[in-house]
């Protein structure tokens, strides 16, 4: 049981737009920020958004995040083939005094 | 650019201990703490700690406290984890990733992955 939850599976077709949840707490989300990641298939995680709503060099405006509260969210606009892969939220846990994921979120491209 | 090069793939029997290497290049070693994530089969990221390269401090998450060592070597820019007492369920792809140098816990350059498979 992860500690910020996520729905484990979103779906979208290609041009769509495309937003996955992220719940998590007061001692988590509530105070801290939130990281992105993108995993593909077979790869290594890859940052995709950082501080709630920033986007690493490189990485398409497609993609961006925000947050209110205790909650976050990732929305993929135009969405493609190649965006389909597991999505991990993650902040830091001031009870915790770690860094906790979300379980995940599988997208797929329809 | 910046890299993180982990050792190759580890297959240890139940109770034994493993030790997985991740050498920076690159980027100054010393400049950014290194996190260890893991991933079971089919599963989700698992946090497991930091350590910072520059003093040596580490924070390991809870569950693995008393189990799990950081450490590094600055003269080779390389990063251990060292996991004992190994069960079945240890078994997954083991990764180091960098956190940014502007910091907030964000994980910017990943290492390739160290398969762990844990089996008698």
């Known amino acids: 049981q992860s500690v910020l939850t996520q729905p484990p599976s979103a779906s979208g077709t290609p041009g769509q737009r495309v937003t996955i949840s992220c719940s998590g707490s007061?001692?988590?989300?509530?105070?801290?920020?939130v990281n992105w990641y993108q995993q593909l298939p077979g790869m290594a995680p890859k940052l995709l958004i950082y501080s709630n709503n920033q986007r690493p060099s490189g990485v398409p405006d497609r993609f961006s995040g925000s947050k209110s509260g205790t909650s976050a969210s990732l929305a993929i606009s135009g969405l493609q083939s190649e965006d389909e892969a597991d999505y991990y939220c993650?902040?830091?846990?001031?009870?915790?005094?770690?860094?906790?994921f979300g379980g995940g979120t599988k997208l797929t491209v329809l | 650019q910046v890299q993180l090069v982990q050792s190759g793939a580890e297959v240890k029997k139940p109770g034994a201990s493993l030790r997985v290497s991740c050498r920076t290049s690159?980027?100054?070693?010393?400049?950014?703490?290194m996190h260890w994530v893991r991933q079971a089969p089919g599963q989700g990221l698992e946090w497991m700690g930091w350590?910072?390269?520059?003093?040596?401090?580490?924070n390991y998450a809870q569950k693995f406290q008393g189990w799990v060592t950081m450490t590094r070597d600055t003269s080779i820019s390389t990063a251990y984890m060292e996991l004992s007492r190994l069960r079945s369920d240890d078994t997954a792809i083991y990764y180091c990733?960098?956190?940014?140098?502007?910091?907030?816990?964000?994980?910017?350059?990943w290492g390739q992955g160290t398969m762990v498979t844990v089996s008698s």
């Open positions: 993650a902040a830091w846990d001031d009870s915790l005094i770690g860094v906790v």
């Open positions: 690159g980027a100054a070693f010393t400049a950014s703490y």
């Open positions: 990733a960098r956190e940014k140098e502007s910091g907030e816990n964000a994980l910017n350059i």
């Open positions: 007061s001692s988590n989300i509530g105070s801290n920020i």
């Open positions: 350590i910072n390269p520059n003093t040596g401090g580490t």
